[in-house]
């Protein structure tokens, strides 16, 4: 039912742009922050990104603050990751992430995630 789709991945050169983005469906999307992360080849994963519910509160990682915005839009149910100033230690699959409670409790739902390259 819980559903979280990225896109928006793909290569792009030191010092370029891209914006990801998570379309969600199957819980009410406006109730719960989103999140962000990533994970590179032979790394455990991060926490790039979080957002409120109603977008009052963003929190980044330090190796990506003042380089990435989180932003959300409750009427379409997606969540974005406007990354800038992309280097080539940004190369990871990012992945969508939101944790809800269920009949048997709390749990994390995760995106298939999107590639994101940034290399010369």
């Known amino acids: 039912q819980v559903q979280l789709v990225e896109s928006g991945g793909g290569l792009v050169q030191p010092g370029g742009s891209l914006k990801l983005s998570c379309a969600a469906s199957?819980?009410?999307?406006?109730?719960?922050?989103m999140r962000w992360w990533r994970q590179g080849s032979g790394k455990e994963r991060e926490l790039v990104a979080t957002i409120a519910s109603q977008a009052g509160y963003t929190s980044y990682a330090d190796s990506v603050q003042g380089r990435f915005t989180i932003s959300r839009d409750n009427a379409q149910n997606t969540v974005d990751l406007q990354m800038n100033s992309l280097k080539p230690e940004d190369t990871a699959v990012y992945y969508c992430?939101?944790?809800?409670?269920?009949?048997?409790?709390?749990?994390?739902?995760w995106g298939q995630g999107t590639h994101v390259t940034v290399s010369s």
């Open positions: 199957g819980f009410t999307f406006r109730n719960y922050p």
């Open positions: 992430n939101v944790y809800l409670p269920t009949d048997f409790g709390p749990k994390d739902y």
